[in-house]
Nanobody, 122 residues
Framework: QVHLVESGGASVQAGGSLRLSCAASGDTDYYNSIGWFRQAPGKEREGVAVIHTDGATYLFDSVEGRFTISRDNAKNTIYLQMDSLKPEDTAMYYC????????????????WGQGTHVTVSS
């Protein structure tokens, strides 16, 4: 069992920055991919970024060049640095844990956090 807790969501102006955190606990040896996903009202959940335990990362096209994913292994925490935020980044952001290399599909993930909300105003 893996328990994930997201934090850091807030309301910001367009062009601003936020850093989201995903704290993992429990059987942290189980997973080797942590992904960030987001879901806006009335829209499907979409991928944002993925990081593997080997350090490899993947950023989805919509955030490439603006967001960065990183991890602190000592703290079992994964970060999502979000810069140059746009109103279309407004969504509930979730982190998820799965087993596989740079998993990009939400259905590939087993454990999910409760989410943290980001609102970007123009």
């Amino acid at each position: 069992q893996v328990h994930l807790v997201e934090s850091g969501g807030a309301s910001v102006q367009a062009g601003g920055s936020l850093r989201l955190s995903c704290a993992a606990s429990g059987d942290t040896d189980y997973y080797n991919s942590i992904g960030w996903f987001r879901q806006a009202p009335g829209k499907e959940r979409e991928g944002v970024a993925v990081i593997h335990t080997d350090g490899a990362t993947y950023l989805f096209d919509s955030v490439e060049g603006r967001f960065t994913i990183s991890r602190d292994n000592a703290k079992n925490t994964i970060y999502l640095q979000m810069d140059s935020l746009k109103p279309e980044d407004t969504a509930m952001y979730y982190c998820a844990a799965g087993r596989g290399w740079l998993l990009r599909l939400a259905q590939s993930y087993i454990y999910w956090g409760q989410g943290t909300h980001v609102t970007v105003s123009s």
